[in-house]
């Protein structure tokens, strides 16, 4: 992720200020010079970073009154793919479904006619 700020063309380089706050992961930038004895301009952003970057590798680059910090994201490796199973696999289930419903009507059945040979 790369994070640009345009700068007021008479601040230099030395005079800008980028933190990292861990706490609440924010890239602070402030900058400060001098305009006349007591005045001063100044400014202060805040931005968020985002939440699966490096820390140790952040760095930023000043030029022609541009400040481009880059902040490189950790890769997220995606699960390894697991094949689907087999149709040999899901036909065994499929058939051993079907063998244990047969065997249930089956015995349904069969205690269905026992029932009425008792009564007639």
Not at 37 to 55: G, Q
Not at 69 to 91: A, C, D, G, N, R
Request: aromatic share 8%; net charge positive; hydrophobic share 35%.
């Amino acid at each position: 992720m790369c994070l640009s700020l345009e700068v007021f063309k008479s601040f230099t380089k030395e005079k800008i200020k980028v933190t990292f706050v861990h706490t609440s992961k924010m890239i602070r930038v402030t900058g400060e010079r001098a305009l006349t004895d007591r005045r001063w301009n100044r400014f202060s952003e805040v931005f968020t970073a985002p939440h699966n970057f490096l820390v140790d590798k952040i760095h930023g680059r000043f030029k022609n009154n541009v400040l481009t910090i880059t902040m490189p994201k950790e890769t997220i490796t995606k699960m390894p793919y697991l094949p689907k199973p087999s149709k040999t696999v899901v036909e065994k289930v499929e058939k051993l479904e079907e063998k244990r419903l047969l065997e249930e009507y089956r015995t349904k059945e069969k205690a269905e006619r026992k029932r009425l040979r008792r009564r007639g």
